[in-house]
């Protein structure tokens, strides 16, 4: 198949002086920055600099590599009419404002990942996972969110599992649809335990976390039957709304109606699973897009204060660039070596499986442009990247020993903190039980010992940074606490896209069985795969809140290895379909990636099923808590004979699943490479699912502000700043129907 011709209506702008010299100043900040955090030899450095290795990279990437991928590569044509656009039906199908879409792909992707991942990896020194970070999301997050949006959308938005049956074939298909699908829900689940563990008790968090939801439903109306395309008007709207239920969360916290807002875990399990289902089945305008656009506000809004505190307050990095962990691999934090447990640890911050289910779910049926694709896609992607890298700052800004001395396990560091210093000390990072209790009574905690999972830490971190700029020591724990409640709304709203996305998944699933079902708007198919969905995480998060060894928990430990080998599938997809497609010189974009995550994620699934190491292994910590039960005694974190069983069983069961997802990954790839071979050698064989151009009506600006070409556009359209429908009914740039690329 010849390779699609480039659009008629996406040129290449050529650089001026102006932009070249301010560009070379880009690259020279960049440039500095990487050269302070790699040279540096003991000393502590400014964590300003790590930001500026951050931005200047993020902006060069996005500048150049991103446009090159989208208009040489992909060439998205603004002339070719979007899923949006052709079937809109106000449920599932809804052109989206740029802006608001954004928003909603920015929310639904950003979870615990780049929160709490860079956190766990700094036990190995902020250098090693800040090049990851960086330099996986400018090369592989960033390309498979965009590449795998830009083909979704070409495929009347598509789930990820259902694109690799039909373009790699049944076989790889099935794999890959049994084994996205099963990932999907362990995701969740996790997800969602991390939410229920941060607002369990605290009125504040939920009274607030609740407030969004009438909140977004006031903006949905609002943009859709009171004011529609008044973007910036509800933005102004909601975000005050916004400030007043958080401001209102203390207050609540300190009256009388704080009980009533205070719930135990079991409860909040309930109530996420109801939102959960209504967020799946009702119109995506309504909840889901105004309530991920709401909490945008608050997410990118808190991290970029972060960020000029870090540039205000100036703090070091403490945490040295790496540490004796990187190179044993016996780390008390999470045991493994740097390769390939960094990447495996810090997810969502370079490269998320997780990202392709929302690029192939709800994001591609409410973009209104291909030529937005690259700002959604890629864009979103840096933002969250730019959250891991505030995430390692946190970390690394605190002391050594109290960062040690949180995240790892009572059976290490004890319930004191003098066994606590002790334990510290022998990893090579002292510090005392006095500055362990004072840390604890700066932020009014009882303890901040063996807080592990990465959210205490990234909160005490921020609560640095915040109390060094506004307030002072008397404000930290406020700060502290705000930024418990802020990591759960941070999460939250990958919980409730997610659903939607599982329930477009599984409804394209059946959809092979019973045709209705490819029909997603379909009603009786949304309520049926809906309570599926939620059905299946919901169950393993209500026996994990209730039995520590079981549920989610039971499969908590195949988090990361199932979110990368997610990944696989998608740069599997994406890299056949650049080849089909006849872009087979630039398939290197994501087969480059794809290899590289392949190999980290199969050897880290090798050293999780066959490695002689029980904190490693599966198998070999079944042997171990086995031998014990045989002996009769019971060994840590199990605390009766009956716990002692449950490891058994958990540790069988992640090994075996470990061993199931790595043969389907390795089944897909294979299968893959197979369908590429066959379209290089007879192109003329070559069956593409692509759905046929359609001429666009509407006409919108790609970027988050208009061009001024884009803006002369709109006037001589005779639609608003947001976009619209052409009144004159012409195509794009009066280009005739079918000129645009096939």
Request: hydrophobic share 55%; proline share 6%.
């Amino acid at each position: 198949m010849p390779e699609p011709s480039a659009p008629p209506n996406t040129p290449l702008r050529r650089l001026t002086p102006k932009s070249i010299a301010i560009w070379s100043l880009v690259a020279l900040v960049a440039a500095a920055g990487w050269g302070v955090l790699a040279l540096s030899r003991g000393e502590e450095i400014s964590a300003a600099w790590m930001l500026a290795a951050a931005l200047g990279s993020y902006a060069i990437a996005y500048r150049f590599y991103s446009r090159f991928i989208a208009n040489r590569v992909l060439k998205v044509d603004k002339a070719r009419a979007t899923p949006a656009e052709r079937l809109d039906n106000g449920i599932d199908f809804h052109p989206t404002d740029r802006r608001v879409l954004f928003g909603h792909h920015f929310a639904a992707v950003a979870g615990a990942g780049p929160l709490v991942g860079p956190v766990l990896a700094a036990q190995m020194g902020y250098l090693p996972g800040t090049i990851w970070i960086i330099v996986g999301v400018i090369f592989a997050g960033a390309v498979q969110d965009m590449v795998t949006l830009f083909f979704s959308t070409r495929r009347n938005g598509r789930s990820l599992g259902q694109m690799a049956r039909d373009e790699i074939g049944p076989f790889g298909g099935a794999a890959a649809l049994v084994a996205v699908f099963a990932i999907m829900i362990i995701l969740l689940a996790v997800l969602a335990l991390v939410i229920v563990n941060a607002l369990a008790h605290s009125p504040w968090g939920v009274f607030s976390i609740a407030m969004t939801i009438p909140i977004a439903l006031f903006m949905g109306v609002y943009l859709r039957v009171l004011r529609p395309g008044k973007v910036t008007e509800v933005s102004v709207i909601g975000v005050a709304l916004l400030l007043l239920a958080i401001v209102a969360g203390g207050w609540i916290a300190e009256s009388s109606l704080a009980d009533t807002f205070t719930l135990e875990p079991g409860t909040l399990v309930i109530w996420m699973i109801v939102y959960g289902f209504l967020a799946s089945v009702l119109p995506v305008w309504m909840l889901l897009a105004p309530r991920d656009y709401l909490s945008t506000f608050m997410k990118v809004g808190t991290i970029a204060l972060l960020a000029i505190g870090v540039f205000v307050a100036l703090p070091t990095l403490k945490m040295p660039a790496v540490t004796e962990f990187a190179g044993r691999g016996d780390g008390p934090v999470f045991a493994g070596s740097m390769f390939p447990f960094v990447f495996i640890t810090i997810a969502c911050g370079a490269l998320s499986g997780f990202h392709a289910l929302v690029s192939s779910g709800t994001t591609p049926k409410m973009v209104q442009k291909e030529t937005q694709i690259r700002m959604i896609g890629y864009g979103a992607m840096l933002t969250e990247s730019f959250v891991a890298v505030m995430a390692m700052i946190t970390a690394c800004i605190i002391d050594p020993g109290l960062y040690f001395a949180i995240n790892s396990p009572a059976g290490v560091v004890g319930t004191t903190v003098q066994s606590a210093s002790e334990a510290v000390t022998n990893f090579g990072f002292a510090i005392s039980p006095d500055l362990l209790a004072k840390a604890a009574s700066d932020v009014e905690e009882a303890s901040l010992l063996s807080r592990t999972g990465g959210a205490p830490t990234f909160a005490l971190g921020m609560s640095d940074i915040f109390s060094a700029v506004i307030g002072g020591a008397g404000m930290k724990a406020f700060w502290y606490h705000f930024a418990i409640m802020f990591e759960a709304l941070f999460i939250l709203t990958t919980v409730d896209a997610g659903t939607r996305v599982g329930r477009f998944m599984l409804q394209d699933m059946l959809g092979n069985v019973y045709k209705p079902f490819r029909q997603v708007s379909w009603k009786p198919g949304v309520w049926i795969a809906s309570a599926v969905v939620v059905g299946g995480w919901g169950y393993f998060l209500w026996v994990g809140v209730h039995d520590p060894l079981g549920g989610i928990n039971q499969l908590f430990p195949l988090f990361g290895i199932a979110n990368q080998l997610l990944a696989a599938v998608a740069l599997a997809v994406c890299t056949t379909l650049l080849v089909k497609s006849g872009r087979l010189k630039w398939a290197w974009i994501t087969a480059v990636p794809l290899a590289w995550d392949a190999a980290v994620t199969l050897t880290a699934s090798w050293q999780k099923i066959f490695s002689a190491d029980p904190r490693v292994g599966f198998f070999s910590q079944r042997d171990k808590y086995q031998a014990g039960i045989d002996s009769g005694e019971v060994l840590p974190p199990a605390k009766t004979m009956d716990d002692m069983h449950t490891v058994v069983t958990n540790s069988t069961v992640d090994g075996v699943l470990c061993a199931l997802f790595a043969l389907l990954i390795i089944v897909v790839i294979a299968d893959a490479a197979r369908v590429c071979v066959k379209a290089v050698r007879d192109p003329a064989s070559v069956k593409l699912s692509e759905v046929p151009f359609t001429e666009s009506k509407l006409v919108a600006p790609a970027g988050l502000f208009p061009t001024a070409e884009e803006k002369a556009e709109l006037v001589a359209a005779g639609v608003g700043p947001e976009g619209g429908i052409r009144k004159d009914g012409r195509a794009e740039d009066g280009v005739p129907a079918g000129t645009g690329s096939p």
